[in-house]
């Protein structure tokens, strides 16, 4: 389904709300510490290119995912190159970041933080779309894995089941303790979802 410029601004101010709300959670979680969250890029891309999108189909990934449901049906994703991710753990279990060349290890503690992470911006997000469209909607508990990019989109189309053919992609940079860390965060929903979640916040998708 093809987003005219209305559908895609739409889409922006509902990554802005959720990205501010999920900074908000953050700073709580770091007992009151400043983070930013920011979200220089909003667009539409293949399903079927998400893994290119990312990166190189090769490339390391770390995502945390979440089916929605009540509303809409549609999967979340929070999606980290494998050395954003370990500084984001880092930087939450209050260990020195790792250098480049450094080896990267995912711990118990590590896995459990990034998931936690995943938890709030995904609750951000949903409450964000929940207060616009006036709907009650939930995410599942996570799940998480670490991955080539070409194996997590694969994995996350086989449990999603039937797509859209676009998906929406967020490019997300936080920042806090001096430490940046880019990511994603995917919306892939289910066919016809997109134009609900744009029709429920009162724009015509293709205008």
Known sequence: M???ERGMDALRELFNIGAGNAATSL???LGGERVSVEVPDVQTVPTTSLGEQLGKNTRV??????????GFDARLLMVFDERSAARLACVLLGRPAPEDGDAIVFDAAARSALDETGNIVASSFVSGLGKLTRRRIMPSVPSSGVAEAAAV???VLKDLGPSADESIV???????RGTKIH????LLPERRSLGEILSAL????TT
């Open 202 to 205: 009162g724009v015509d998708p």
């Open 61 to 70: 990934l770390c995502a945390v995912g979440f089916t929605i449901s009540g």
């Open 27 to 29: 700073s709580q979680m």
């Open 170 to 176: 967020c490019h997300t940079d936080l920042q806090t």
């Open 2 to 4: 093809p987003l005219g």
């Open 153 to 155: 989109v694969g994995q």
């Open 183 to 186: 990511g994603h965060l995917l």
